[in-house]
């Protein structure tokens, strides 16, 4: 939960061994943003279109489509575009 509107940082992540970023949850001036790079080293990046909200709880979701090859970010349940 933001406690103000110029939050950035990372949420959470996934390292692999080799010392790769596999996955990303960061906010920059409170907008969500996630990465996903593959085992090929193709990085995929989908953002929020507005910052969240300050002092309130909001849910934050990447969706990877291995099938279509896209990510997707969500919040609070509603896909971003």
Do not use: K
Request: glycine content about 10%; aromatic content about 8%.
């Amino acid at each position: 939960m933001p406690t103000n509107a110029a939050q950035t940082g990372t949420l959470a992540q996934r390292v692999t061994f080799t010392g790769q970023t596999n996955f990303s949850l960061r906010l920059s001036g409170n907008q969500p943003i996630v990465e996903f790079t593959t085992e090929g080293g193709n990085l995929y990046s989908a953002g929020a279109n507005r910052a969240i909200n300050v002092d309130e709880w909001t849910h934050l979701a990447g969706v990877w489509d291995a099938d279509a090859n896209t990510l997707a970010i969500y919040v609070n349940g509603i896909e971003q575009q």
